[in-house]
Every structure is written in C-alpha cells, then in structure tokens.
C-alpha cells in the first residue's frame, strides 16, 4: 500500500516518513499543497493521502484535499497540531476518513491509518452493492417493460405495481387499477371467489396458483387470461409453510397470459365438435354433415396447392353440388376470369363440377368439362353414404381436343372472343396417359379423406360421450359429497340436541366425544371436496384440524396450558387417512381426560414425521401424571383403546406406548403398507 504523506516540515516528514514505512507502507512525500495536488491526482498507485492541515503556503491542506477528491476518490486522512471546533469541521466537510493530532504517538496513527483502509473499503462494497442493486432493478424493469404478459405485484387481492402490458390487457389507466381491489376485473362476484380459491389454494398447496378465467376490461370487453400467482413469504415466513390466508394477507407475484386466440381455438373446435354430435344434429348421412365441419381448411388449401404444383393441374374443392369450399389452386386464365368471369359460365361450371365430383366407388371421373370443354376430372369425398365434396382437377388440354368447339363456346356465354382465343392458347398440354395418372393419384387422396372424415365423426361422437359420461360422474359425486356432509352436520346437530336436553355429566362427555369422532369424518370430506385429487389428501392438514376439534372440545376443560403440533407435509390415500385421524382424536382424548388431574395443566404434543425408510410416524405425547399401573393399553377393554387398536390392526400399523410420568403413544406404518393402501381401492 502506498502513502501521499504531505507535511511541509521536512524534519516531522522525515519522521512520520519513518513511522509509516515501518507499519509496511510503501510513503511518497508531498511538501506543498500543490505537489499534493499533482501527485494524488497523477499517480495512480497511491492508496491514501495523510495530509498536515497547515502547509504555510497559499494552499493548505483541506483545499488540497478537495481538490484531489473533485478528480478521483481516495481515502484522505487530517494530520494536525491544531484542535480548534472550526479546523475540525472544515475538514470533515471535506471528507470523513479521520482526523489525527500529531505527536499522538503511532499507536493512534497506525489505528487510524487501518480505520481509514477499512472504511474505504467498506465504502467501495456499498456503492459496488448500490450499483448491482441499480443495475438488477433496471435489468428486472426492462425485463418488465419487455415481457409479452402482464406481471405486477399483489396483497390482500389488491394490485400494488404492473408492468405496462398488465394495463394493456385491463385498459385501466395506471391509477384506475393500482392500488385498487380487483374484483372490478370480474364479471360476478361468484367467479371473483372462485379465482381466488384456486390461485391461493393452489399456492399453498405447491408453491404457485394456476386459473384461467376472463377478464371484464375498462371498456367492458371481456379477454381470456391464464393468471399464475407465487408466494413472496419473508425471510422468517421461509421457514414455515404458509396457510391461503397467509399468501392472501402477504406480499405475491402474478403473471397473466392472454389466451384469447387459444380459447377461440377451443371454441371453434367445440362448435364443430357440436355440430357433429348434439342431440337432432347429422347423422352419417344426414343433410348437415359438412367437409368444413370435420377438417382445418387451411390445412386442406395447403394440401390442394401442394398437389396442383407437383402435377401442373388446376384444382379445386367444392360441395356436392359444386359449390366452391377451397380457393382454386393454379386455374387458367380461361376459366378462373374468363368462363367463370360470366353468368352462364360460372352456373356451367358449377354444373360441371357436380357431375364430375359425384361418388364412383371404381375410380376417378374423367370427361370434357360440361362447360369450357378442357379435359378435367374428379372424386368425390363421402362421410359413410353420404357425398360431402368434390374434389376436382384439369384444365389441360390434349391431342384430342376440339379446339374450334371449345373457340365456339365464347359466343353462348357471350365472352370476347380474341380474349377468349389468347387464353386458350395459354392452357397447359398433358397426354391424356399422364393425366390418368395424376386422376388416379386424386382418388387415392380423395378415398383417404373419406375415410378420415369417417374417423373424425366417430371419434367426436366418442369424445362427447365420454365427457358427458365423466360430467355426470363428476356431478354425482358432488351430490353425494354434499349429502355425505349434510348428513354428517344432522348427526352432529342431533348430538348436539341430545347433550342440550342431558343433566348427566358422564352423558354429556360421551356425547362430546361421539360429536367429535363425527366431526373429524365431516373434516375429511370437507378437505377431499377441495382437493383436485379426490383419492388423495394432505394429512398434515386433516390432523392439524383433527387436533384443533379436540382442543376446542376438551382443552380449556382440562386445564391444558400449551398445544404443540410439528406436522411435516404429507400426502396420504384418502383411504389411509380417517382411520389415523380416528386413532388420533382418541388419543388425544384420552391424554385431555386422564393425564392431567384436578385441572393441573401441562403440555401435549403431536407429532407427524416421515422417515427416511419411507415409513410414517405418528405421535401423541404429554408431560402428564402418566398410566395408571395396572393398566395396560393392549388389553384395555376401554372403547377408546378397543377402537385404538381395531383401528390400527385396520392400517396394517404398529403400536407402540411408554409411561413415565407422562405418557407416549405411536402409531408407525411402514412404506408396504402405505403403497399398499393407495393402490387399494
């Protein structure tokens, strides 16, 4: 590291030059102001500048020093004899690396000295932060600006910040949107709750919320949008899983995607679809039954003009009277504005192409055009018995051709006839061998068409059916979900009658207790009806809420003064999961009845761990009185403990218990079993 060292006394310079070189630093020495100046701004290699205040000459220090920092920035640290308020402010105007008086001893002035190289760098890693901190923000704002879908920022379903696109898609104005609840982009109210249940029940479940669902803009166009939302927990939040209303209440990105030109997609083809299938809709040979219908005419027109090209014919695709579906694909002058260019012609060619396109089973068609008189042919296209199209080529002519009775028709459709003549001239020759050919190649396609048109039919019929078939499973398994609950909420309510007309106490705790078994069945349907998957669960979930149902019912009663849940995140078969949530409200219960006497407080605990075997742990746990000594929780003729273990033997699972003071309980599956339940049914 080198040193400025200024100081105008030769002899202090000498010794401070001497202090300095044995704390390791490499000194160059400065005697004015202007020397200081030359130096700290030229020479690259000084890492610090120690500066005398008082130079005895016209510059001193502190202007010295604001001069170098106005070129480059460098650590610059006051030495001096005067201790004077006033000099001691000027200088820390200047800047703030320290202020040494000399004859401090060089304790102080190496201290001072490595104070002044810490700050420094300190400084440097702040503005290198701020930089990359800039840096980052304009990169994410230009990504933003950038970004074809609407991003933004989101609390309490409330939009805090959007990117430009986001307002595209809305049409609010920034401060019509901003900062404002986004029901306004709903059409119901209804639709408003549903969004927002699946995007926050989504989060919580993996992380990121998916929905589609439309968007009612400021001019009261509707646009369909695909939104996604994630999760911005803080950093203590980080270490927890959130809840939905913990994601709604906090800080959380979103994307939206326009999907309007795949939801037409969708739309069209379900229209097509319907078309094909609806109750009184065509049958297979039925009067409606279109070519449109059953394929992508974009894809055809690149099928027909691809043919035309490769064999030199014209080509074109009409109903089964003639009417044109396609645009026409290399037609001649002399047809395409010419004979179709008037009444007569135009209504011949249509003609024409009803005959030629009719359905033979044995091959092609091929024949003078009933109109023009060019050589043409086609095959028709048939969905089962019924003509769907014609699919037509030609306007060649050959060696046989009659060209004066072609050169004649000009006067019967009342064209101009050298006009008529100069386009004759121009229509392409093909032996009437190779024209077979091409002919025979068309009615390969047209019959492959045919029999994909059949297919499409069928398998739009099939795919409607089966969808009507899973919404009707799906709409009988709602009812019975919601029967299963309400009958579940009467048995409660009857319960609840019966404990309300009972003086009996040991009544009362028995009805609480069957209240409550029912209770954590109506949980398990209440959480399946939820979930997208309705054979599965979360059964970190279900327990916890198993747990929160005891404590309500039995925990102030007892004198419980702290309720521990550790619940790692688990998924289980829907199967697997009432029976663990019976086999823990039982525990629970007994350890809220017996554990804690005469209302003597303590603590319970319940624990659920998936270990690295892949077997699953269960556990409840007090600091109770413990078991009684005569009792014996595998031949308990109790019904709670019956149930425990009936229960248990049901999973397939292991028991296990101690009593010291306190008691624990454990019920293990192990991995079989677990895969085991699932895949049973």
């Not at 008086?101 to 190289?117: H, I, R, Y």
């Amino acid at each position: 590291m080198t040193i400025l060292l200024v100081e105008d006394s030769a002899v202090i310079a000498l010794v401070e030059q001497r202090q300095l070189e044995g704390f390791g630093y490499k000194v160059e020495l400065a005697a004015t102001g202007e020397e200081a100046v030359a130096i700290g701004i030229g020479r690259a290699d000084i890492d610090l500048v120690l500066m005398d205040v008082d130079l005895g000459a016209a510059m001193d220090g502190v202007r010295a020093a604001e001069l170098i920092l106005e070129k480059r920035e460098l650590p610059i640290v006051f030495i001096s004899s005067h201790t004077e308020q006033a000099i001691v402010e000027r200088t820390e105007r200047v800047t703030s690396y320290g202020f040494v008086l000399k004859n401090s001893g060089p304790t102080v002035l190496e201290a001072s000295l490595k104070m002044a190289f810490r700050l420094h760098d300190a400084y440097h890693a702040i503005e290198s932060r701020e930089r990359s901190l800039a840096e980052s923000a304009a990169r994410m704002e230009s990504t933003l600006a950038a970004a074809p879908v609407g991003i933004g920022t989101i609390r309490d379903r409330t939009v805090l910040d959007a990117n430009e696109r986001y307002l595209q898609l809305t049409g609010f104005e920034p401060g019509e949107q901003l900062g404002k609840p986004t029901r306004m982009l709903f059409e119901s109210e209804e639709e408003y709750l549903r969004v927002g249940e699946v995007l926050y029940s989504g989060c919580a479940e993996t992380g990121v919320g998916e929905v589609e669902t439309r968007y009612r803009r400021r001019d009261g166009s509707f646009v369909d949008v695909l939104i996604r939302l994630a999760a911005f927990p803080s950093s203590a939040q980080r270490r927890i899983k959130l809840t939905k209303d913990d994601i709604i209440h906090n800080l959380a990105t979103f994307s939206v995607l326009d999907i309007s030109d795949r939801k037409r997609a969708e739309r069209a083809m379900e229209s097509r679809v319907l078309a094909l299938t609806e109750p009184g809709g065509p049958s297979l040979t039925g009067e409606e039954l279109r070519f449109e219908a059953l394929f992508d005419l974009d894809e055809i027109q690149q099928i027909q003009d691809a043919f035309s090209s490769a064999t030199g014919v014209a080509s074109i695709i009409t109903d089964a009277d003639g009417r044109p579906i396609t645009k026409p694909s290399n037609f001649t002058r002399l047809c395409d504005s010419i004979i179709r260019g008037t009444d007569i012609g135009c209504a011949n060619c249509m003609h024409s192409d009803a005959m030629l396109g009719r359905m033979n089973p044995d091959g092609p068609l091929m024949a003078s055009c009933l109109s023009g008189g060019l050589l043409d042919g086609g095959a028709g296209i048939s969905v089962g018995d019924k003509h769907i199209a014609n699919w037509l080529i030609g306007q060649v002519v050959d060696d046989d051709t009659d060209f004066n009775a072609i050169k004649s028709y000009a006067a019967l459709i009342g064209a101009d006839q050298a006009d008529f003549d100069a386009a004759l001239a121009e229509v392409p020759r093909m032996s009437g061998e190779t024209f077979s050919k091409v002919c025979n190649a068309l009615f390969v396609i047209a019959r492959q068409l045919s029999t994909l048109a059949y297919r499409n039919v069928q398998q739009a019929r099939a795919i409607v059916e089966r969808n009507k078939a899973e919404e009707e499973k799906d709409a009988l398994y709602r009812e019975l979900k919601h029967r299963i609950k309400n009958g579940m909420a009467l048995m409660m309510g009857l319960v609840d009658l019966e404990a309300g007309r009972s003086k009996e106490a040991a009544v009362h705790k028995a009805l609480s207790a069957t209240r409550a078994r029912i209770e954590s069945l109506a949980t398990l349907y209440d959480l399946l009806s939820g979930s997208a998957n309705p054979n599965e669960i979360r059964l970190d979930e279900y327990l916890g809420r198993i747990a929160e149902v005891v404590e309500s019912t039995f925990a102030e009663a007892v004198g419980v003064t702290e309720f521990r849940l550790d619940m790692e995140r688990y998924t289980i078969s829907a199967r697997a999961a009432a029976p663990l949530a019976l086999v823990l409200m039982e525990l629970l219960t007994n350890s809220l009845k017996y554990a804690f006497p005469e209302g003597r407080g303590g603590i319970v605990s319940v624990a659920l761990k998936g270990e690295t075997d892949g077997a699953l742990s269960l556990s409840v746990q007090d600091d109770g009185v413990g078991l009684p000594a005569d009792f014996d929780p595998r031949t308990s003729k109790g019904l709670g403990m019956e149930l425990i273990r009936m229960l248990v033997l049901q999973l397939g699972g292991e028991l296990s218990f101690r009593s010291g003071p306190g008691t624990r309980f454990e019920v293990r599956l192990s991995a079989e079993r677990i895969r085991f339940l699932a895949q049973a049914r």
